[in-house]
């Protein structure tokens, strides 16, 4: 297999269609190693347009995001070198490698111990060094450690929470993806002031559900 026309097809035939035209994010699409943070065995579909399972502990239905994902998301965050961001759900490791090389410091919340020890090794060998992987439940954030510029939420939810909503900057951005199948949206929140966020869905898609965050919630923004 020729990795490198495989990752140039993934970038022009999948992420350029799917209006992720930024160049700071191609060239960061062929800088990290999408295959070096693919579980083992399925390094062959690394660059294919689809979920890539996480079996690693016997992980409760995690996936690795589809690329086009990930690139769109981190297209529309426009994360700055002097950002601090908050990552729930590290999965592999390889949207957190993605944050990191655009950030100063990532801090990456994983709720399995096995996935978390992975992503860990991944990054390791990848030379990302600005990152801490943190095995807890991310559905409270981590307000300690806040606030924070750039929050991302690796995978979908019903309704974001507003305890993450309180851990932004006034500035800072969200990026989630919310709602239900058959469809559910990107949603981008930036915090205007104290008491204040401003909402964008720009896109449509589908991703596997974030663990334990809940189905409904009487807040609203």
Same mark, same amino acid.
């Given at each position: 297999? @020729?990795?490198?026309?495989?990752? +140039?097809?993934?970038?022009? &035939?999948?992420?350029? *269609? $799917?209006?992720?035209? @930024?160049?700071?994010?191609?060239?960061?699409?062929? !800088?990290?190693?999408?295959?070096?943070?693919?579980?083992?065995?399925?390094?062959?579909?690394? +660059?294919? @347009?689809?979920?890539? %399972?996480?079996?690693?502990?016997?992980?409760? =239905?995690?996936?690795?995001?589809?690329?086009?994902?990930?690139?769109?998301?981190?297209?529309?965050?426009?994360?700055?070198?002097?950002?601090?961001?908050?990552?729930?759900?590290? =999965?592999?490791?390889?949207?957190?490698?993605?944050? #990191?090389?655009? #950030?100063?410091?990532?801090?990456?919340?994983?709720?399995?111990?096995?996935?978390?020890? &992975?992503?860990?090794?991944?990054?390791?060998? #990848?030379?990302?060094?600005?990152?801490?992987?943190?095995?807890? @439940?991310?559905?409270?954030?981590?307000?300690?450690?806040?606030?924070?510029?750039?929050?991302?939420?690796?995978?979908?939810?019903?309704?974001?929470?507003?305890?993450?909503?309180?851990?932004?900057?006034? =500035?800072?951005?969200?990026?989630?993806?919310?709602?239900?199948? *058959?469809?559910?949206?990107?949603?981008?929140?930036?915090?205007? /002031?104290?008491?204040? $966020?401003?909402?964008?869905?720009? $896109?449509?898609?589908?991703? %596997?559900?974030? !663990?334990? +965050?809940?189905?409904? /919630? #009487? +807040?609203?923004?």
């Amino acid at each position: 297999m @020729d990795l490198e026309q495989a990752r +140039f097809n993934m970038i022009e &035939q999948q992420i350029r *269609p $799917w209006e992720v035209l @930024d160049g700071e994010v191609l060239n960061l699409l062929s !800088v990290v190693k999408r295959e070096q943070f693919v579980p083992q065995g399925l390094q062959a579909l690394a +660059f294919v @347009d689809m979920e890539l %399972p996480l079996r690693e502990g016997g992980a409760r =239905g995690q996936s690795m995001l589809a690329p086009r994902l990930e690139a769109r998301l981190l297209q529309d965050l426009t994360v700055l070198k002097h950002e601090k961001v908050l990552e729930i759900g590290t =999965g592999s490791g390889y949207m957190t490698a993605l944050l #990191a090389h655009c #950030a100063a410091h990532v801090l990456s919340l994983e709720i399995e111990p096995t996935l978390a020890a &992975q992503a860990r090794q991944n990054l390791a060998a #990848a030379g990302v060094h600005n990152v801490e992987v943190r095995t807890t @439940d991310g559905t409270s954030g981590a307000a300690a450690d806040g606030p924070f510029d750039v929050i991302v939420l690796s995978g979908s939810v019903a309704e974001v929470p507003q305890a993450l909503l309180a851990q932004m900057k006034i =500035g800072g951005r969200l990026a989630a993806i919310v709602g239900d199948e *058959p469809v559910m949206r990107a949603t981008l929140i930036t915090r205007n /002031s104290e008491t204040a $966020w401003t909402t964008a869905q720009p $896109w449509d898609t589908v991703a %596997p559900r974030l !663990v334990h +965050f809940a189905e409904h /919630s #009487a +807040f609203s923004f």
